[in-house]
């Protein structure tokens, strides 16, 4: 057989082989969103999304779409700047989330990127009721400072997140890990007991959860601002779970329900630009213990796909069983400089 035949059979049985990979079902819920989070019953979502004035608020919907209610908008104790990153207290009642300090608003468009809620700068905790009452700032990290991703304990009694505790370290600062008391009384809720502590001695973090038992934390960390060398780690015994060898970006890793697996956000296998604004991800599986890692989808490969060129970001798990709602972020061009809110969708499981 000639080698220009040869290399054609070859090229085709790649594509055969690739296009055979199981793509799971994906349903769009919103044109445009932002991260997410099911309520514990799973009858709602919580989700932030860009306005007209390219920031962000924190919105709930029930879990088909309808009903969409805003927590932030026009509400008078709020700073009309970035809020969002919401996550749902275990008893349904309080969305914590980040809210950027009014007193170090940044520019909008431009600088309002570091200070959103996927950078943190300048963003303080936060917790409001369900029904967007009895708003409360829980922290106050001043100018230079941020706060990432905030997550609660599944017993409800703790509350995690990322914090930027300098601004002099190259790129996005220095940051560590953070962990409180949450408790609830007459005068609202509050934090006590504030730990902070910088497993692995790294230089960036973002916490991702606890496990089922909550005696280990999920997080994404990277020694620099290369977060193509990212990767996610459990923390009482530092155990690495993805390789550092991989030079892949890493991030967006939460226990699925019932505790026997992970499914986070990466790179691997996607040729791109290392530091494009929207890097392509798509999501893998893995067990609790690192192994059996699996890709779940395959954005980035079917050109036809509606998905194509998508940074596969944040998602929250039905705790109903059987699918995730996820944030996409759109990506398009070469240099992938058009990124921009995408879609919040739906995506079937079948482990």
Known sequence: MKPKLLILLFVCLLGQARSSAAQPNVTVLREQ????????????????????????????????????????????????LHNGNPVWHPDGEYIAFQSQDPRHPGLPIIGSLYTSPGSGINNDLAVIKRDGTRYQRLTKVGKGGGVLHPQFSHDGKKIIWAERISDRSPGLGQWALKMADFVVSEDGPAIENIQEFQPGGFQMYETHGFSPDDRQILF???????????????????????????????????????????LWMSSSGIRQKKFA?????????????????????RFNEDKSSAFYRKTAA??????????????????????????????????????
């Open 33 to 80: 969103g932002g991260r997410v989070d099911f309520s514990p019953d799973g009858s709602l979502i919580a989700f932030d999304a860009e306005g007209d004035d390219h920031y962000t608020d924190v919105y709930t919907m029930d879990a088909d779409g309808t009903n969409e209610q805003c927590l932030t908008c026009d509400h008078a104790d709020i700073p009309d």
């Open 220 to 262: 994404t960390a990277c020694r620099d601002k290369d977060f193509f060398n990212s990767d996610i780690y459990l923390y009482d015994l530092v155990t690495r779970l993805t390789e550092p060898s991989e030079k892949n970006w890493d991030e967006h890793a939460h226990f699925l329900p019932g505790g026997e697996h992970i």
């Open 277 to 297: 604004v929207a890097p392509r991800t798509d999501y893998w599986i893995m067990r609790k213990d690192g192994t059996e890692k699996k890709r779940l989808t």
């Open 314 to 351: 944040d998602w929250s798990a039905d705790p109903t069983g059987g699918r995730i709602v996820a944030y996409l972020i759109n990506g398009e061009g070469k240099e992938y400089r058009n990124r921009g809110p995408g879609p919040i969708v739906f995506i079937e499981l079948d482990q």
